[in-house]
């Protein structure tokens, strides 16, 4: 995501999916990933595999918390990729031109725009370039689609309070692996804390952003 050509012609794409139509009053499948990852969870025998500090009903918890966050605001739905980050895309050459496509798309779907974006941006290292994400939004934004009703400001703001959704998804998906599969534990469970930890970090722009979107 540093390479500023594979940038702008994954904005393009994205942008292209985005505008596949979904219907009208399209629930988010973010939050029936959530709920069936909390069920599963909660049928599990080894819920005690949880590390210390993230127990069920820490996850529970803040998956409520970010449905009532984020329920009194319209954060824009459209068809998503669902899973779009970097490993998600291949590049291929045709006539010496590089081609992009994207790849996984079982979770396609309506989803909130901003979580496809931060999915692609997001990283749990210390290292984040605002003007990379910022340069894929100006790019994003070139189509005629959306430009005249989304600022580049508000599309930001989508992705940043999608990230710490991204990460609580994240959060959910490891936490399943822990109490349901005997294979890794021990990473699953390193890579379940690294999560929770860049979600506790992000999770403050629940509660802050939607003031700003709704102004």
Aim: charged share 20%.
């Amino acid at each position: 995501m540093t390479n500023t050509s594979i940038r702008r012609d994954l904005a393009h794409i994205t942008s292209d999916l985005h505008a596949l139509y979904i219907g009208h009053g399209s629930t988010p499948l973010i939050w029936l990933w959530l709920d069936e990852m909390l069920a599963q969870i909660q049928k599990s025998d080894f819920q005690t595999r949880l590390p210390e500090g993230i127990s069920l009903q820490d996850l529970s918890q803040a998956v409520k918390h970010a449905e009532s966050c984020l329920q009194h605001i319209n954060l824009h739905v459209c068809f998503c990729h669902g899973d779009l980050k970097p490993s998600n895309i291949i590049m291929r050459n045709e006539k010496n031109t590089c081609k992009l496509n994207l790849i996984d798309v079982d979770l396609a779907g309506p989803n909130y725009r901003g979580f496809d974006t931060m999915k692609l941006f997001r990283t749990s290292s210390t290292l984040f370039y605002d003007e990379h994400l910022i340069h894929f939004l100006q790019e994003y934004q070139k189509e005629t689609a959306i430009a005249s009703r989304t600022s580049l400001e508000d599309l930001y703001l989508e992705a940043l309070i999608c990230e710490s959704l991204s990460w609580l998804e994240a959060c959910l998906f490891f936490a399943l692996l822990v109490c349901t599969t005997d294979a890794v534990v021990e990473q699953n469970t390193v890579l379940l804390k690294e999560r929770w930890l860049c979600y506790t970090q992000t999770k403050w722009r629940l509660n802050y952003i939607p003031r700003i979107l709704q102004v």
